[in-house]
């Protein structure tokens, strides 16, 4: 299974339509469009380019390193600006070890230099159970044809 095929099915995923903050932005407004958007993360942009994340783990290392006036710093000094990405083309497998070999849980979707979506371990675990799902009634399906005796 391919990242296309989660980007095709997920709601909001178009490139339009991810939540994202400027990198000049304050932090403050990146946790308000966390809350507002139910998201645990959110690529951090300069114009169109990828170059950064924020997470709720930035939130508690960026608390624990300024305080209570972390609110009113700015996204650039705050995020994780390691960014590691992933191709649509690329599998659910191939992204799914990014994410454990790097310690992370969410990953921009980058095709050409653009940002074509953002998946979180959730949406990937996902896409895994109901690939799963479908398969093992596949063989069940199959088991049973089989199980018929043959016309004479």
């Known amino acids: 299974m391919q990242i296309i095929e989660i980007l095709n099915t997920k709601q909001g995923s178009a490139p339009d339509k991810v939540v994202s903050c400027e990198q000049s932005n304050l932090v403050s407004d990146a946790l308000k469009l966390m ?9 951090v942009v300069s114009g169109e380019k990828v170059v950064g994340v924020y997470s709720e783990r930035d ?35 191939d992204a799914l070890v990014l994410m454990r070999d790097n310690n992370i849980r969410h ?40 199980d018929k005796p043959l016309p004479m």
């Open 107 to 146: 990953l921009p979707v980058i095709d050409n230099d653009r940002m074509v979506g953002f998946l979180s371990l959730r949406d990937l675990m996902n896409a895994k159970l109901d690939y799963a799902n479908k398969t093992a009634e596949f063989l069940k399906d199959q088991v049973h044809i089989m």
């Open 35 to 43: 809350i507002d958007n139910n998201i645990g993360a959110l690529p």
């Open 59 to 93: 939130v508690v290392k960026s608390c624990q390193q300024q305080g209570v006036d972390f609110l009113g710093c700015n996204l650039r000094d705050m995020m994780s600006a390691n960014v590691i990405t992933v191709r649509p083309d690329q599998s659910v497998d």
